[in-house]
């Protein structure tokens, strides 16, 4: 049996991953914007250990929230599953941060650096991380400039800055596709249940095809994706970015 915990999950994909673990008979621990919703996500996902909460928009939440992890014990996999499309992009987090890079980026960020390392990380990307700047030029202190886009490239990055410092991890990024979920919309034409099997794979199977490092994954498969993320210099000036602005570091760097 495995531990593993889910940031987001309750409702969508990380919540379909959550009940799916549970089912093959995995210890999983939740993860809840506030208490409110926490009760939600346990009624949503029966035999769920626990649900943590904390508001991944706010960095000193965050850094709560891996206290909360980290009280609990080792984890064999997390899954970095939250994210948001957009979210009052014209008002900023109490960080002074848009609330999208705050959620989608420096949250994973801060809970890959502070969560005792797994021994299996995923990271949840997005085929639209293909549209983002390659250069990063919008991490500027002075004028952030961020798009949904640019926030799953920087899954992608953190996912292969990983990889490649820590050889003994597991660490891998997720394309789950346009998938009906409540970001996703109704319309949206992918298979949902394809949707979140890649992480549910990769976060417990014993197959040696999961034991891999440093791949972009789509259902299952390596898929196409900026080689940029591949790059040191890339990698170095995203995780110097995002050190200066928490104050928080990569404990392996």
Not at 23 to 30: A, D, N, P, Q, T
Not at 64 to 93: P, R
Not at 116 to 134: C, E, F, N, V
Request: aromatic content about 8%; some cysteine.
């Amino acid at each position: 049996m495995a531990r593993i915990f889910i940031t987001g999950s309750v409702d969508g994909l990380g919540q379909l991953a959550a009940n799916a673990l549970v089912h093959k008979g995995h210890s999983v621990v939740l993860h809840a914007r506030n208490r409110e919703r926490s009760k939600y996500g346990l009624a949503m996902v029966p035999g769920a250990e626990a649900v943590l909460t904390g508001d991944l928009s706010s960095i000193e939440e965050t850094k709560n929230l891996a206290d909360q992890v980290n009280a609990l014990g080792q984890f064999d996999a997390i899954i970095h599953n939250a994210g948001v499309y957009q979210m009052h992009e014209n008002k900023l987090t109490l960080d002074g941060l848009p609330p999208l890079f705050a959620v989608n980026t420096i949250a994973p960020y801060v809970l890959t650096c502070l969560i005792k390392q797994p021994h299996r990380l995923i990271y949840t990307s997005s085929g639209m991380h293909k549209q983002a700047d390659p250069n990063l030029s919008g991490l500027n202190q002075e004028k952030l400039s961020i798009t949904y886009s640019d926030s799953k490239f920087h899954n992608l990055i953190l996912a292969m800055a990983v990889a490649r410092l820590r050889p003994d991890i597991y660490a891998n990024a997720v394309d789950p596709g346009w998938v009906p979920t409540k970001m996703g919309g109704p319309g949206a034409p992918d298979n949902l249940q394809k949707g979140f099997a890649t992480q549910v794979w990769l976060a417990v199977s014993s197959d040696e095809q999961a034991k891999i490092s440093g791949m972009y994954l789509h259902h299952q498969k390596p898929d196409r994706y900026l080689r940029q993320a591949d790059q040191g210099a890339v990698q170095e000036k995203f995780l110097s970015f995002c050190e200066n602005l928490t104050g928080i570091a990569l404990p392996f760097v």
